[in-house]
């Protein structure tokens, strides 16, 4: 997508240097657009090295283009983020005298708009009202929020931190074909204690399906996500949005899910699910210096969770498993994929294949998604986002058949 990113002349632009690169770094083509008093605080060269896109305050650059309606013509959003008191007072009467100004005037995309300023230019009542008429032309707003200020103060006035403003991006760019959809997802993977020090475990780190909460959230699902062994950093984003349930092992995984799931219209089973535990777990550490031979690990089946959900699925529920093979071609994914399938009976599988290198743990992903009946239905190679959006948009296409 196409995102305008205006930067205005306060303190919290250092923290626009984030957004702008969480902007990127998902893939979106991006203009930074500061004005003159924003590059007091961040110069062009760093906005430039971020966005890779050339950057200017002034509508007397690129004439040719017609830059100064050009940027905000083409843009799929613009976010402005610090919006100071100036700027929001500019906005409300349609000051163009710079390329921001004439970039908010000429856009037709919606406009996202993070507030910093000090608590009493926030509550004064001209930026009060200024936001509020505003508002009233469809402007979204994000934040002010509470905290410390610039000085020694703290109050109403500081920036969102970039994280949800760009996760509020998101939504705005994002279909709604999933509001109100309850949407319950599995992602990590499970331990199986062996004492209480060591667990059988597995590579999963919950990325797969993080971003597909996120996605479900951004397309307006009411979400919840239970997480087995995922890092927080991975979570923090979502921490707002959607509710978290954290699980250790497969045993209590079942029990949460089995909680949840009732309530569920869409289940996306993405969690790496250990298929066998240790039969019998020491409740000591277990000690080399205690034990003559080599010790010996008797695992027993774990419960197939997935396979329980299918058993007692309602008309409502859409239920979607996943498959993590390794394979040698498409065509070994493909066929494995459908064998699972038949022994889960979900509605649809979402097929990856996994190595030492691909699929766990990193960015990207290659998913094949089949439907019911085997039918391939979408392949996609990209990050995991991608990946997401296309299980989701196979997701909202089987419920609207
Ligand atoms: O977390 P990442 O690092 O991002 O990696 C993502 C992933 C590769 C882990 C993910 O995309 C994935 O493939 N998850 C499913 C892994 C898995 O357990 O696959 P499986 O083929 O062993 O299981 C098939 C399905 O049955 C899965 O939906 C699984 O959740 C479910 N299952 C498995 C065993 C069990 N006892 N109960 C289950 O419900």
């Known amino acids: 997508m196409n995102i305008v990113l205006g930067v205005t002349g306060g303190i919290a632009a250092y923290k626009a240097v984030l957004l702008a690169r969480l902007f990127v770094e998902a893939g979106h083509e991006l203009h930074v657009v500061p004005t003159e008093n924003a590059l007091r605080f961040v110069g062009a060269p760093t906005w430039e090295a971020i966005s890779r896109n050339p950057v200017t305050t002034s509508v007397h650059d690129d004439v040719p283009e017609v830059r100064h309606v050009a940027l905000g013509q083409r843009a799929d959003l613009v976010v402005v983020a610090p919006a100071t008191a100036n700027t929001l007072a500019k906005m409300t009467v349609g000051i163009a005298e710079d390329l921001l100004g004439t970039t908010l005037l000429a856009t037709q995309a919606p406009v996202l708009v993070a507030p910093a300023m000090h608590t009493e230019m926030w509550q004064h009542p001209s930026t009060q009202h200024n936001v509020a008429v505003l508002r009233g032309r469809g402007v979204h707003f994000i934040g002010p929020e509470s905290g410390r200020l610039t000085g020694n103060d703290t109050g109403a006035g500081r920036m969102t931190e970039p994280q949800q403003i760009f996760d509020r991006a998101i939504e705005l760019l994002s279909p709604d074909d999933l509001a109100g959809t309850r949407v319950l997802v599995t992602a990590g993977g499970t331990r199986e204690p062996i004492d209480p020090v060591r667990f059988l475990g597995n590579r999963s780190s919950g990325r797969q399906g993080v971003e597909i909460a996120a996605e479900a959230v951004a397309r307006g699902a009411e979400v919840t996500l239970i997480a087995a062994n995922i890092e927080g950093a991975l979570l923090s984003g979502l921490q707002h949005r959607v509710k978290i349930v954290s699980v250790g092992s497969a045993a209590e995984l079942e029990v949460v899910v089995r909680a949840e799931a009732s309530e569920a219209e869409v289940i996306v089973m993405a ?59 498409e065509s070994e994914m493909l066929e494995r994929g459908r064998r699972k399938l038949a022994r889960k009976g979900c509605d649809m599988l979402a097929v990856n294949a996994v190595s030492w290198t691909t699929g766990f743990e990193s960015d990207r992903n290659e998913l094949l998604v089949l439907g019911a009946e085997g039918q391939l239905l979408s392949t996609t190679s990209g990050t995991k986002r991608e990946t997401a959006r296309a299980l989701l948009d196979a997701v909202v296409a089987a419920r609207s058949a």
């Not at 409740?283 to 774990?302: I, S, T, Y």
């Not at 197939?304 to 007692?312: N, T």
């Open 271 to 329: 969690a790496a699910v250990a298929d066998y535990r240790v039969a019998e777990v020491a409740q000591g550490k277990m000690r080399k210096e205690d034990r003559e031979e080599d010790p010996v690990l008797r695992l027993v089946q774990n419960p197939d969770i997935l396979r329980g959900l299918v058993d007692r699925r309602t008309d409502a529920q859409l239920i979607i498993g996943f498959a993590a093979e390794t394979v040698e071609s």
